[in-house]
């Protein structure tokens, strides 16, 4: 054992440098987020609970029934029925259910969606003491949106996902190279914002 | 009175786990002891066994890729490119360069918060509780810029098979250099707690030797078998994505005890943050999804366009049948935090695959386990589960 050896041995030199490192700590800013009362805004594209676009023109939602999120949805919780309406003959949308208790959160149905009708909104805190409340038709859907809606400070609302940076954006439907920022409060429409998805007459 | 020979003695039959907080997760160790000395030790695995394997046979690719997260979830990024990377050699799919870039980039990220996990667990186990403390304050920065890349901070979800799923923003690169830059400061703090505490090194110098050969001959991977002096790294011998293109070491251990391979794991912790730092600088421009990739609505029937033919450089050995479709199959293998993660696809040509099957690190390491306890102390048990870094998503599956 050398001398200096011993004279860390002795001195618990290595101690005492960890003790004044979290000496020194204690007397920097804490980094601990008290959270029910501190609240930190979500970041842009966070994903979170499901809602349907409104529509600004119709009030509805956009979806066409093309089935496309169903098909691709990870743990297949979206259920969507479309029916035939006596009258005139087009297809009209019956059911469009998501099981978010099944929901895995990818983002997978916001992104293939043509008409960018559906979006994951930056809402998380949305728990519930039933089954129910956590399953989401449609009408929930169009509510989740204006829920959020009501909650944001800004005019107009860009999912990323809804057309991602960075794609080659040829193969995308002309709707969805198109679409721009949507309108989150009733009222005044854009032309941006007020299209009304082509395919949506066909029978 | 009795001499000590005359007194007959039995072992201890002792269970330790499912629910035990330092085994990392469900994992159940049967341990026979002599006084204090492990005996015999029998893993129980199971626990978690969620049927991924062949769940996957029954969706399209592109929609197996979100389970693929959940085999080592704290480093969910890493197993999603493994898998992206197997899809693309068996479909001959190219990656454009910012694509490669970004997930290497990511790869490395994930590699850090994995890596801090198990520090802090590590040293918690041991005794430590204040590097616990410090190491997930810094976690933090990292899923905060994982939530600012994609939107989720835990199960990403991020690559796609041919790129990743969206361009990453300056302000997500920003955050990330500023990262890098005050990174290595925060390694020196975990090390001025523990690096020469004279507890830490009797806790873990001398424990756990196992030699090179051996560790190879038990399946060791990543920096439990680079600890053990072994410089394997399928970064470095079958680079995928950009690491041929960024400059980085292979940490390796003398000592092939717990402390080396704390070493290690400390070292590449720099050397994450040296890859990352030159994918910022290097980053190129272009599209960070290849036009021509399966996309998200693949189908799950025979795939059309150029077959399965496999590109050149992957090693895909086509099998023949005597009747149906044409069978490829791949092993193809890249480093995730905790060693080498492995997927073995045989497709009959549609888009699904016909056969996967999952080579984890964390199984191999289990299986590994009897041999690191046996002769050692009840106490050591903790570091030595600590050592092998596993988390029982992976090893389940
Ligand atoms: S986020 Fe993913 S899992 Fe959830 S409904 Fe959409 S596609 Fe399905
Ligand atoms: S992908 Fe969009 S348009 Fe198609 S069914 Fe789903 S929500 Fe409706």
Avoid at chain 1, 44 to 56: E, I, L, N
Avoid at chain 2, 251 to 264: A, E, I, L
Wanted: proline share 6%.
């Amino acid at each position: 054992m050398t001398l200096k050896q011993f004279i860390k041995r002795i001195f618990l030199i290595e101690i005492m440098q960890g003790m004044a490192l979290t000496l020194k700590m204690m007397f920097t800013h804490a980094v601990t987020r008290q959270f029910p009362e501190e609240r930190r805004d979500p970041i842009p594209g966070f994903r979170g609970r499901h809602a349907f676009v409104r529509d600004s023109k119709t009030g509805k939602e956009k979806c066409i029934m093309c089935m496309k999120c169903s098909t691709v949805c990870p743990s297949q919780c979206i259920y969507i029925s479309k029916q035939k309406r006596e009258e005139d003959g087009k297809f009209y949308l019956a059911q469009f259910d998501i099981e978010a208790l099944r929901c895995i959160f990818c983002g997978y149905c916001v992104e293939v969606c043509p008409v960018c009708a559906l979006v994951l909104t930056e809402e998380f805190e949305y728990s519930a003491y039933t089954k129910e409340e956590i399953y989401f038709t449609r009408e929930k859907l169009l509510a989740n949106w204006d829920e959020f809606a009501a909650k944001q400070k800004v005019e107009t609302y860009f999912n990323k996902f809804w057309r991602p940076e960075g794609l080659d954006t040829s193969k995308m439907t002309k709707f969805k190279r198109e679409q721009g920022p949507v309108l989150l409060k009733p009222g005044a429409a854009t032309p941006e914002a007020a299209q009304v998805p082509a395919e949506k007459e066909t029978a | 009175m009795q001499s000590e020979k005359e007194i007959t003695t039995k072992y201890l039959t002792l269970n330790m786990g499912p629910q035990h907080p330092a085994t990392h997760g469900v994992l159940r160790l049967v341990l026979d002891l002599d006084g204090e000395t492990v005996v015999k030790c029998t893993p129980h695995i199971g626990y978690l066994h969620r049927g991924m394997e062949k769940w996957s046979e029954s969706r399209t690719y592109p929609t197996a890729m979100p389970l693929m997260n959940r085999l080592d979830y704290v480093a969910a990024v890493a197993n999603e490119i493994g898998y992206c990377v197997a899809v693309e050699r068996l479909l001959g799919v190219e990656v454009p360069e910012r694509a490669k870039y970004i997930r290497t980039m990511t790869a490395e990220m994930v590699r850090i918060c994995s890596h801090i996990i198990w520090l802090a667990a590590h040293a918690i186990d041991i005794g430590a509780m204040t590097v616990f403390l410090y190491s997930m304050r810094d976690r933090e920065t990292l899923l905060d810029l994982f939530e600012m890349l994609c939107g989720a901070r835990l199960l990403h979800i991020y690559p796609r098979i041919g790129g990743v799923r969206c361009d990453v923003s300056q302000e997500f690169l920003d955050g990330v250099y500023k990262f890098t830059d005050k990174f290595p400061k925060l390694i020196e703090e975990y090390e001025t707690l523990i690096d020469q505490n004279r507890i830490w090194f009797q806790r873990t110098k001398g424990i756990g030797v196992i030699g090179a050969e051996e560790a190879i001959n038990l399946g060791l991977t990543g920096p439990t078998l680079r600890g053990s002096g072994v410089a394997y790294d399928i970064r470095k011998v079958s680079p995928y994505d950009a690491y041929d293109k960024v400059e980085f070491d292979v940490p390796v251990g003398k000592n092939c005890d717990v402390y080396d391979r704390y070493r290690c794991r400390m070292d590449e912790f720099r050397q994450s943050n040296r890859i990352i730092r030159q994918c910022v600088e290097k980053l190129p421009d272009g599209l960070v999804l290849n036009p021509d990739a399966p996309g998200l609505d693949m189908l799950p029937g025979p795939i059309k366009k150029a077959a399965p033919v496999p590109a050149p450089e992957a090693d895909a050995v086509p099998v023949m049948s005597p009747a149906g479709p044409a069978f490829t199959e791949i092993y193809s293998a890249t480093e995730v935090p905790k060693g080498e993660l492995g997927y073995y696809i045989v497709s009959d040509g549609t888009g699904k695959p016909y056969r996967m099957r999952i080579r984890t690190p964390s199984f191999m390491h289990i299986s590994a386990l009897p041999r690191f306890c046996e002769g050692n102390l009840v106490a050591d048990v903790i570091a030595l589960i600590g050592t092998i870094d596993i988390v029982l998503g992976e090893c389940d599956r």
